[in-house]
């Protein structure tokens, strides 16, 4: 069962981010030691596709999505008629509840000086408000595609923001070239982060049910990375420094059917959705080996993250050359009860599933070993080790509500030594309420909120389970 991509993978592959922080709606993980590369890192639809086929078939004139900073915000895409071959489309953004902050601020301020009306007329030509951006895909064969996109805000603090992407579609890999200018990044604690230029290179294996995959990145960055919005509040983490990243995963993945039924689909009825519609007990497994190398500022630690190098990946540190190497294996294992065919109209449709993720098995097998000493020797437990030992743990609930729409929580838990009385905390959760589109086979509009960074937004997803 794969997670809400948006935000579950996010937190241990290395995959792009949904995130309405940004018309084209996608920010990349800091590529940070040793969290493994997302090893299916293929395109998804472009926002503007997705908005165009939101407009065109589910009769959404305006597209909503929230942060918790701005607030509400509605997106319209504007189609440009070229070729088949040729998608372009401008996209307009307007952020509705900056508009009613701004007039009750104003009425609030000079109650007697105009009505609501006039007050809303006035704030119209804030251009705070407004975001626009231009989209062009360029299908050049089946295998081969070109994006180009640039959007501008209103808001001097956001400035401009291009991309150019080069996509190879083979039966086995996926070839991506990326130039962004500024690269948005996320990093662990849900903030963003806008780095002046951004290169990268990546190939990717095709993922399949039980198979071994690779991945190799080749990363650099330019240029002085700042708080996305200028609203410094943290210091610059060292991976999103100027200089040159490289990232190599390779894995092998096990998928075992504990139990499959073989029946009892209801005749001549189509599923709301062909991949959710087989009952199903499963466990999968996923053992692999990451490899890094930086060069220049980037590769950079502080006194303190080289000290916890004893629960952490093989390391090797070159300061005066400004050069580090760092190799680990990892590994993630899950177990999936599905019941229900999706068929009927009424609760025909449960999802349980549960993830454990080993980030660093270097990690593991140290803090294991220190674990074992401290006992025999009958001495309070290292809260590093116990740390390192423990895993991070999804939990994926999915129950259908009513027809073709059904309720789903993702929930990231971490296990610490430090969350006082108790073991565990909740890292993040993504609520979710999907819509299957049954007469696409496998297709959802979801609507989505994630609690650790405050933002949610409508999203279209094909052929994801």
């Given amino acids: 069962m794969r997670k809400l991509r948006w935000a579950m993978d996010g937190g241990f592959w290395d995959l792009d981010m949904a995130t309405p ?33 939101m407009h065109r078939f589910m009769h959404m004139p305006l597209v909503p999505s929230f942060r918790g900073v701005e607030g509400f915000s509605l997106q319209r895409a504007i189609t440009l008629p070229f ?6 489309a401008v996209l307009g953004q307007f952020h509705l509840q900056k508009l009613i902050s701004s007039v009750k601020e104003t009425e609030s301020k000079y109650p007697a000086e105009s009505s609501w009306f006039k007050s809303i007329g006035r704030h119209l030509c804030d251009k705070s408000l407004y975001a626009l951006g231009f989209c062009s895909e360029i299908l050049i064969s089946p295998d081969y595609s070109v994006l180009l996109s640039s959007e501008a805000n209103g808001d001097s603090k956001k ?25 948005l990044f996320v990093d662990k604690n849900g903030n963003y982060w806008d780095v002046p230029l951004s290169m990268t290179v990546d190939l990717a294996s095709v993922a399949s049910h039980s198979s071994s995959s690779y991945h190799l990145c080749l990363h650099h960055n330019s240029g002085a990375p700042k708080q996305f919005g200028n609203d410094q509040t943290s210091s610059v983490p060292p991976a999103l420094l100027p200089g040159l990243f490289a990232k190599a995963a390779f894995s092998i993945k096990r998928t075992v059917d504990i139990w499959r039924s073989k029946g009892g689909k209801l005749k001549m009825v189509q599923p709301f959705d062909i991949f959710l519609s087989d009952p199903h007990v499963s466990a999968s497994g996923i053992i692999g080996t990451v490899v890094t190398t930086a060069f220049g500022d980037n590769s950079v630690r502080s006194p303190t993250e080289v000290e916890l190098q004893g629960f952490r990946a093989f390391s090797l540190y070159a300061q005066q050359n400004k050069s580090s190497l760092t190799a680990d294996f990892f590994g993630s294992f899950s177990c999936t009860a599905h019941h229900g065919n999706f068929q009927r109209l009424f609760f025909d449709l449960t999802r349980l599933n549960a993830r454990l993720d080993f980030t660093s098995g270097s990690a593991l097998l140290t803090g294991a070993a220190h674990l074992a000493h401290d006992f025999y020797n009958s001495r309070q437990p290292n809260p590093e080790a116990v740390r390192a030992v423990c895993p991070d743990i999804t939990l994926s609930l999915q129950q259908q509500i009513v027809g073709p729409f059904s309720f789903r929580v993702d929930s990231r838990i971490a296990l610490d030594s430090k969350c006082g009385n108790s073991l565990a905390r909740v890292d993040e959760s993504v609520f979710a309420v999907e819509y299957a589109m049954k007469v696409l086979g496998s297709a959802k509009a979801v609507a989505w909120y994630s609690t650790k960074h405050r933002e949610g937004m409508v999203e279209l997803r094909f052929f994801e389970s």
Avoid at 24 to 32: K, L
Avoid at 159 to 183: D, M, V, Y
């Fill in 21 to 53: 922080s940004t018309i084209d709606g996608v920010a990349r993980p800091i590529p940070e030691n040793p969290i493994p590369l997302g090893l299916s890192r293929g395109l998804r639809l472009s926002r503007p596709k997705q908005l165009d086929f």
């Fill in 83 to 88: 070729s088949e071959n040729w998608f372009a």
């Fill in 159 to 183: 400035g401009c923001r291009s991309k150019a992407i080069f996509h190879q579609k083979r039966p086995k890999h996926n070839l991506t070239l990326e130039a962004i200018s500024p690269g």
